[in-house]
């Protein structure tokens, strides 16, 4: 058996035929997706309503401090700042995304919803506004 690298799901129709639930696989027996079912790790495809597998390299694995980096931002109104990156979260499929909170400490991707934004650690000198 080999366990898993954590981006692989099974899905699963529900009773009505819509979508179910989803299970990460856990581990690869002879090519078979193993997931954990009530009696343990049993072959994703002998659970009810077995769709497929997916992968999903999106999935968050890790979080650092954000290290002195910032991150100027402009909206599509013209407005524009910069907030200092409160942590990077590290991706499955090996991307690093901006975290910073708002006023009420609720954090999110720095970069969602900005009209153009530039990342820059202090000790960077110049660079463009990335559309």
Request: proline share 6%.
């Amino acid at each position: 058996m080999i366990p898993a690298n954590g981006s692989q799901y099974a899905h699963y129709k529900g009773p009505d035929g819509q979508r179910g639930m989803t299970r990460q696989v856990l581990a690869w027996d002879d090519e078979q997706p193993m997931v954990l079912g009530t009696s343990g790790l049993v072959r994703a495809w002998q659970l009810d309503g077995f769709e497929g597998l997916r992968d999903d390299n999106s999935m968050m694995i890790g979080a650092v401090p954000g290290g002195g980096w910032l991150i100027d931002c402009a909206d599509a109104e013209g407005n524009t700042w910069t907030t200092p990156i409160l942590a990077w979260t590290v991706h499955a499929d090996g991307t690093a995304r901006p975290i910073t909170p708002d006023r009420d400490g609720v954090t999110t991707d720095a970069t969602e919803g900005l009209a153009e934004y530039r990342i820059y650690h202090l000790d960077e000198s110049e660079a463009g506004l990335r559309p």
